[in-house]
Antibody, heavy 123, light 108 residues
């Protein structure tokens, strides 16, 4: 069974650093893009960043470029999203998701999702 | 960046009735449009891609249409499990796939 299991909820202060994780199982981790989506409280979905673990090719949404860092460790089939200096506005649920290539549509759709990691940043 | 705008923000429909959700792109995305459903406390679920292709296992009461800048998701006979938030997503602009702000489908 293809599964993504995310790390637990975090409560941090502004200015602190954080790294959340997404452990993949049941498929060839290196050969699929994996990405992160943000959902702020009572708000919609925002595309954050994606990574191709096989060669660590990374792509960021312009809104998040320079604000977060995506990475992956193929040896433990885990993707990460990290911050060096959190802000209150980073408070959100962060979902990781596998991107499956629907060839007929030339579309990398998010077909399997993690359960979400709640990040709360408050002084 | 392509901006996706969904309407209405909230739609109230009775079970068994038909729901029509709209999504508009700020520029043409051809047929490169997907729909996701999200229920409270759950991650999103892919429903439709290529504007009208249903994901595996999706009931036929869900149908998508449109191309260019105007898209529609129709749920023909609402079941209790269909009440959720629906998001459109364009994927014409790889890798910057942008979502709409969502339509909440609630029970009337």
């Amino acid at each position: 069974e293809v599964q993504l299991v995310q790390s637990g909820a975090e409560v941090k202060k502004p200015g602190e650093s954080l790294k959340i994780s997404c452990k993949a199982s049941g498929y060839n981790f290196a050969k699929y893009w994996i990405g992160w989506v943000r959902q702020m409280p009572e708000k919609g979905l925002e595309w954050v960043a994606i990574i191709f673990p096989d060669d660590s090719d990374t792509r960021y949404s312009p809104s998040f470029q320079g604000q977060v860092t995506i990475s992956a460790d193929r040896s433990i089939t885990t993707a990460y999203l990290q911050w060096t200096s959190l802000k209150a506005s980073d408070t959100a649920i962060y979902y990781c998701a596998r991107l499956f290539y629907y060839a007929s549509a030339n579309y990398y759709g998010m077909d399997v999702w993690g359960q979400g990691t709640t990040v709360t940043v408050s002084s | 960046e392509i901006v996706m705008t969904q309407s209405p923000a909230t739609l109230s429909v009775s079970p068994g009735e038909r729901a029509t959700l709209s999504c508009r792109a700020s520029q043409s995305v051809n047929s490169n449009l997907a729909w996701y459903q999200q229920k409270p406390g759950q991650p999103p679920r892919l429903l439709i891609y290529a504007a009208s292709t249903r994901a595996t296992g999706l009931p036929a009461r869900f149908s998508g249409s449109g191309s260019g800048t105007e898209f529609t998701l129709i749920i023909s006979s609402l079941q209790s499990e269909d009440f959720a938030v629906y998001y459109c997503q364009q994927y014409n602009d790889w890798p910057l796939y942008t979502f709409g702000q969502g339509t909440k489908l609630e029970i009337k």
